[in-house]
């Protein structure tokens, strides 16, 4: 079993939320209207959890390059929101079979809020096709 680890920190801005929605099509108000959100419970826009996801798959993918998703599963225990640091963390405990399964933590660098959570399994058998397995 090899086990590896690899963090980021990351401030996302109420521009990326946008950016987010206009790219993913995903314009709930809760995420891109400050005054709607203001409103609701969490008094501000919080990230998509997408965007969160899309943040992990950018780990995993430098820990496991070329690595295929086969399943995923995330929660989503509290809100992040724009402009607070937050710490995305991936560990990996890979077998011989080639496959790894991962764990994955979104949490606020502040208070160490867990605002993300979950678990995925890759396969880390090269993909035919691809550039980089070609190299």
Do not use: K, Y
Not at 11 to 40: C, K, M, W, Y
Not at 55 to 77: N, S, W, Y
Not at 118 to 128: A, D, K, L, Q, Y
Request: glycine share 6%.
């Amino acid at each position: 079993m090899v086990r590896t680890e690899r963090s980021i920190e990351r401030t996302l801005t109420q521009r990326d939320f946008d950016s987010f929605a206009i790219l993913s099509g995903d314009n709930n108000p809760i995420h891109v209207d400050p005054e709607f959100a203001a409103q609701s419970r969490f008094g501000r826009t919080v990230a998509h959890g997408m965007l969160l996801a899309a943040i992990f798959r950018g780990l995993i993918d430098e820990m496991l390059p070329g690595a295929q998703q086969v399943e995923q599963d995330l929660e989503f225990p509290a809100p992040t929101f724009a402009d607070e640091a937050m710490r995305f963390t991936v560990r990996s405990e890979r077998d011989l079979s080639g496959t790894a399964r991962l764990t994955m933590t979104c949490s606020r660098v502040a208070d160490d809020t867990v605002t993300c959570r979950g678990r995925t399994t890759v396969s880390c058998s090269p993909i035919p096709g691809r550039m980089r397995d070609m190299a």
